[in-house]
């Protein structure tokens, strides 16, 4: 089952005459090009009717698949019941996630899970305020983040 993974290591320098305790399994996501397929609320865009979450989406780590298939079955929900499904506000974790994989470069496109670097940048006053205290800056988008989902709260729920 695994007859190549010792020979393979065994050619990189210095593990030539290495002791292999345990050979492991190789991991691969299978998933479709978001950013070419999918709409902001996990629509395919050629069939709305249609959505995509998880791992397939092109979400990494379990909370994110979770998070998207909520997502997921909340704008089923409201297409089923005729209101257009609204995306989450971009300053949110999953806003910012199912952005990212709706609109990232297609022809670069690789999975991603959840991270600051995914929510839009804080105004420059801000930014610089905290420049170098980073809890404080990631205090604030949280912050900024629970304002937008109250915000999405009262217009769509």
């Not at 020979?7 to 005459?17: A, S, T």
């Not at 249609?50 to 079955?73: D, K, W």
């Amino acid at each position: 089952k695994f007859a190549e993974q010792p020979r393979v290591l065994r050619m990189i320098p210095g593990l030539e005459k290495a002791e292999f305790l345990r050979f492991g399994q190789i991991h691969r996501n299978t998933y479709i090009n978001g950013p070419a397929l999918l709409t902001a609320t996990l629509q395919l865009r050629a069939r709305p009717e249609v959505f995509f979450a998880g791992q397939i989406s092109g979400v990494e780590g379990y909370v994110e698949s979770i998070a998207t298939g909520l997502i997921a079955g909340i704008h089923a929900a409201a297409l089923a019941l005729g209101e257009p499904p609204a995306p989450l506000p971009r300053e949110t974790a999953l806003g910012s996630l199912c952005h990212f994989i709706s609109a990232a470069d297609p022809e670069n496109y690789q999975p991603a899970n959840i991270t600051f670097d995914l929510l839009p940048q804080l105004e420059e006053a801000a930014r610089q305020k905290w420049k170098r205290d980073k809890g404080a800056r990631h205090a604030e988008v949280c912050r900024r983040a629970l304002a937008a989902l109250d915000a999405y709260r009262h217009a769509y729920v």
